[in-house]
């Protein structure tokens, strides 16, 4: 049975979701929306948001809230939460994982269940987290003289386009997020939700940190202009781009300074 989810039409600030909202691109994001007046709410493992706190990153406006993205309940929960605060008129799905390994190596092949954690997390997470702030989007009254609901952004990568060797699982689970938009954003036409994908190239995120100083060098001069890595706050822009062009629906951006990926 489907939740009733609250449809306040009061003039209440909208909430936003991100999910993997407690780092990296989604912390951006969480940053760039509170900074445009949104109420967001911020899905992440516990673990994430318990790391945020302890650095102090975490901004002190935003709900924290513990979920996988895997898990329906979970983030049903966290629609529910933002819900119940204002309107749900923006989603951001940034929650994702890195997965390596070749499809055939001296250990033997590809591990089925590296691939199908790699599929669950990036694709089918990302669907979970689209389906249930849909179905909370189209339950509220449109804000626009076009009837627009809501706004949903997800996180393609250029692996979609040119998976490195090693990347099977990653540019398929991507490829499929590519696959999901122009579907999504059809689909949902009629409820007047639009549905786009960014698909950065490199970006400094934590995770780039820990990597050697010539590797990022090395990455640096792969990139066309500007020849350096993309920054968290290049992305969330994007997103504000998607928010405020309501004819942009459908779309998957690269965010990746004309950047095409080598095979290795």
């Known amino acids: 049975m489907n939740t009733q989810y609250p449809t306040n039409t009061t003039t209440a600030p909208a909430t936003a979701?991100?999910?993997?909202?407690?780092?990296?691109?989604?912390?951006?994001?969480?940053?760039?929306?509170v900074d445009t007046g949104h109420h967001v709410v911020a899905?992440?493992?516990?673990?994430?948001?318990?790391?945020?706190?302890?650095?102090g990153t975490a901004l002190e406006p935003v709900t924290y809230l513990a979920a996988d993205v895997t898990d329906p309940a979970q983030v049903r929960a966290g629609v529910e939460a933002a819900c119940a605060i204002a309107p749900l008129r923006v989603v951001v799905a940034c929650a994702g994982i890195l997965y390596s390994e070749r499809i055939l190596h001296r250990g033997g092949h590809h591990d089925l269940e590296g691939f199908a954690r790699a599929i669950s997390v990036n694709l089918n997470g990302t669907f979970n987290i689209l389906t249930l702030a849909a179905e909370a989007?189209?339950?509220?009254?449109?804000?626009?003289?076009?009837?627009?609901?809501?706004?949903?952004?997800?996180?393609?990568?250029?692996?979609?386009?040119?998976?490195?060797?090693?990347?099977?699982?990653y540019a398929a689970s991507k490829g499929g997020v590519n696959a999901l938009t122009l579907t999504a954003a059809r689909d949902l036409a009629r409820s007047g939700i639009r549905v786009n994908a960014i698909a950065p190239g490199v970006v400094e995120t934590p995770m780039m940190a820990q990597i050697t100083p010539e590797f990022r060098q090395e990455l640096e001069a792969r990139v066309p202009f500007p020849a350096r890595l993309a920054r968290p706050g290049e992305f969330a822009a994007l997103v504000g781009t998607f928010l405020d062009?309501?004819?942009?629906?459908?779309?998957?951006v690269r965010l990746d300074g004309a950047l095409r990926m080598p095979p290795r």
Request: proline content about 1%; overall charge negative; glycine content about 12%.
């Open 137 to 169: 989007m189209a339950a509220q009254e449109p804000v626009t003289e076009d009837g627009e609901r809501g706004v949903i952004v997800l996180t393609s990568s250029v692996a979609a386009f040119e998976g490195q060797i090693g990347q099977a699982a």
């Open 245 to 252: 062009n309501h004819y942009l629906n459908g779309e998957v």
């Open 17 to 33: 979701i991100v999910t993997g909202g407690a780092s990296g691109l989604g912390a951006a994001t969480v940053r760039r929306l």
């Open 43 to 55: 899905l992440d493992l516990e673990s994430s948001i318990d790391r945020a706190r302890a650095e």
